[in-house]
């Protein structure tokens, strides 16, 4: 296993990882566009097959084209629920995935980046360094049989959108054990920032990765918009991760665990 994390560690960062960031994205797209096809509709079966051992998972969704079956995997990966996300709390985890990383903001190590050493705020862009001492970051990693939309996580007010181009090398956090938010600090990635009824601002990463032709964001979602608690922000066209700064201290039992949206993140 030590291995294989190492050779695919080359392959990410040493191969794929040296090409320009604008050739990344540019073979992604290309990538991504097979999945829109109708033929990728064939792919659903088999996929489902090997990726969801528990039947009653996918009964919760619908193909997000409106269709009554799938018209093609892009549709089937960017799935949406049948139903309203059921929400008990006042602070709810905003993706469903691995929850990879945890910790105080404070405490996080340095990560190096191309020979230098960065900080996780940097994932968080131009804002980074406004996030407070005693925040939470968390990064929750979306593979690929995971639902791929992002909700907020609070009520309130979008007070900043910011574009990182950045590069789009494997997320794979298996691949960095040591350092699995590194891709996070080079990625392609859409910062929004959230100020709650209480005043507290919640700060969201959400990460590109290789074969993600675009992330998109919600229709009409700006600065200024008032967001619902559950409401959607955006979604990938394959393949992601979401890196979370919050006032709210997370259950450490859930590392390594799954977590769901809608499911308290305190």
Known sequence: ???????????????????????????????AQLYSKSYSRHFIGPYCKINYPDPEYLTQFKPASGASSYTSFQDFFTRVYKEP???????????EGLLCEHGRVSETSLVSVKGQKRHLRTIFGDRGNAIPKDYYFSNVFLHNNNYHRIHSPVKGSVTRIEHIPGDLVILRPWIYKSDP????????????????ESGAEWFLSIVGGPAVGSIVLSEGMKV?????????????????????????????????????VGQPIG
């Open 181 to 196: 938010s590194l891709p996070a600090l080079r990625n392609e990635r859409y910062n929004v920032d959230i100020r709650s």
């Open 85 to 95: 996300i059921r929400i008990d709390s006042d602070a709810i985890w905003p993706c």
């Open 224 to 260: 200024g918009s008032f967001v619902q608690i559950g409401e959607e922000l955006a979604k990938f066209l394959l393949g992601s991760t979401c890196c979370i700064a919050s006032p709210k201290p997370v259950d450490s039992s859930l590392l390594g665990k799954q977590v769901f």
């Open 1 to 31: 296993m030590r291995l294989m994390r190492k050779f695919f560690r080359f392959l990410s960062l040493d191969l794929w990882g040296r090409l320009p960031g604008s050739w990344q994205r540019s073979l992604s797209r290309i990538y």
